[in-house]
């Protein structure tokens, strides 16, 4: 059986969902305070809780602007901090081309298939941290899988929003400090989200109405990131980690039931 594709544009949000809306506030300072503490992770926590709210491919479209925008920010921050030369540009360069396939298939893939795409790669995700959570990537082997992670990442990033299990699993196995991390990481985002956001505009993902909610939604983001820092300095790593794992898990297994039922 011929699988059917979706029109490739995408449906608005209405300023009139009171509930919508708070999800879109919760999502982002979710993601900002888990931003805060870990340099990363503002698409793992959003994207799933705007899509259980509205398309997938609204949650997609929605966080390109507040994205670029603090990994920007993000990355003049630790620019003092690169990993090695030319290891971020190239991370990012990889990412790009992976972002722009990636938002292809967001136009055109139905969202039930987004929405089981996503849900799969959260429990993949929370599976390695849980069963690998002392793997270490030697920097030279790191060098030689740069190019398929970024590449891959990326492809994750635009189809359904989410790099994590590739991007950041690739960095942390690393086990490099905290700034190459962040400076390394926003790198990536930020030349993703610069492919991402032409290549939606093309395909009619991104809307004047998506635009403004990005926008928006840069305040609980910003808002929020100095509390993730607050809460890094304070809280243990590993009872944070958990809690989150914790969410994610919950929220796929969501998604895995509206995507099938």
């Known amino acids: 059986m011929a699988l059917k594709l979706e029109s490739h544009m995408s ?4 300023f009139s969902d ?35 709210f509205y398309d997938i491919k609204i949650a997609v479209a929605l966080l390109v602007i507040p994205n670029l925008m603090t990994n920007i920010w993000q990355g003049i921050k630790y620019r003092a901090h690169p990993l090695e030369k030319g290891f ?12 722009g ?20 790669i959260i429990f993949i995700y929370v599976t390695l ?25 990326g492809v994750l990033q635009g189809a359904v929003g989410i790099s994590a299990p590739i ?27 610069l492919a991402q956001l032409p290549a939606q505009i093309a395909y009619g993902l991104m809307s004047w109405n998506i635009a403004l909610f990005g926008l928006f939604s840069i305040i609980p983001l910003f808002a929020t990131i100095p509390v993730g820092e ?24 969501r998604l895995a039931w509206v995507a099938l039922t």
Do not use: H
Request: aromatic share 8%; with cysteine.
């Open 11 to 14: 449906p608005e949000i209405s």
């Open 18 to 52: 009171p509930w919508g809306i708070s999800a879109i506030v919760l999502a982002l300072g979710l993601g900002g305070i888990l931003k805060g503490v870990t340099g990363a992770g503002v698409p793992l926590i959003a994207v799933p809780i705007i899509a259980a």
């Open 88 to 99: 971020a540009i190239k991370f990012g360069i990889c990412g790009a081309l992976g972002a």
């Open 101 to 120: 396939l990636g938002t292809i298939m967001l136009a055109y893939l139905p969202s039930s298939v987004l929405g089981l795409a996503i849900a799969v």
């Open 129 to 153: 941290r849980l069963t690998m959570p002392n793997l270490q990537l030697p920097i030279a082997r790191a060098r030689r899988l740069l190019w398929p992670a970024g590449v891959f990442g």
């Open 167 to 193: 991007s950041v699993a690739f960095l942390n196995s690393m086990r490099i400090p905290r700034p190459n991390f962040v400076f390394t990481i926003s790198v990536f985002f930020t030349a993703m989200c």
């Open 230 to 253: 607050w809460i890094g300095r304070r809280m243990s790593p590993v009872v944070f980690d958990r809690a989150i794992l914790l969410v994610l898990f919950v929220l796929a297994i």
